[in-house]
């Protein structure tokens, strides 16, 4: 198991609302790159996060946005939520430069 | 931008046969290729990962192939056992900053006992 932690591992909101995830990074890495999971489908690269600004977003609105902390720590927020976002998060830790990321466990979203 | 796709979707082998599971990519400037791991409800685990400097890894029942020229990389999992029956991604990226993973769809793993 990796040393990559998120919570919470499950939430269930309404169309509409906002919801924040959080990721504490493994021990020794500073970069934290969030994915999101459709069921049935491979991880899609949201954005990825190094000394706490954005370095690099895949194809997601500006809806989807997110934090890092001086402890490496990242959180995920995404407003105005709609049905598609109902998904499993996925963030992932690694050290700049170096390609090896490391998943946490997930936060399962379901939009009502 | 990149595009992974993986064949064939699912794949249904017998205990103690080999498995071949392949990706093929389309941007031949990547130069990282991770395999992982996935069981239902859990994360998903890097159990192996080339570079474009090499043509082959091996750790144990698990290798990994890569054709830069055909732009492809494999799986090759011998003597499988039911523990390996899981959804298996391959993902691409550049190596370096900005390292973003892009994953096919998966292919789902059967070992039959």
Do not use: M
């Not at chain 1, 949201?46 to 609105?61: K, S, T």
């Not at chain 1, 890092?68 to 998060?89: R, T």
């Not at chain 1, 963030?91 to 430069?97: L, Y």
């Not at chain 2, 144990?60 to 039911?82: C, D, G, M, W, Y």
Request: hydrophobic share 30%; with cysteine.
């Amino acid at each position: 198991e990796t040393g990559v932690t998120q919570s919470p591992t499950h939430l269930i909101k309404t169309r509409g609302q906002q919801v924040t995830l959080r990721c504490s990074s493994q021990s020794g890495h500073n970069t934290v790159s969030w994915y999101q999971q459709a069921l049935g489908q491979g991880p899609q690269f949201i954005f990825q996060y190094y000394r706490e600004e954005e370095n690099g977003r895949g194809n997601f609105p500006p809806r989807f946005s997110g934090l890092q902390f001086p402890n490496y720590s990242s959180e995920l927020n995404v407003n105005a939520l709609e049905l598609d976002d109902s998904a499993l998060y996925l963030c992932a830790s690694s050290t700049w430069g170096a390609e090896t990321q490391y998943f946490g466990p997930g936060t399962r979203l379901l939009v009502l | 931008g990149e595009n992974v796709e993986q064949h064939p979707s699912t794949l249904s082998v017998q205990e103690g046969d080999s498995a071949v599971i392949k990706c093929t990519y389309s941007d031949s400037a990547s130069n990282y290729f991770p395999w992982y791991k996935q069981e239902l409800g859990k994360r998903p685990q890097l159990i192996i990962d080339i570079r474009s400097n090499v043509g082959e890894k091996k750790d144990q029942r698990i290798a990994v192939t890569l054709n830069k020229t055909a732009k492809h990389f494999s799986l090759h999992i011998t003597e499988t056992q039911p523990e390996d029956s899981a959804v298996y991604f391959c993902a691409a990226s550049l190596s370096g900053a900005n390292s973003k993973l892009t994953f096919g769809k998966g292919i789902t793993l059967s070992v039959r006992p």
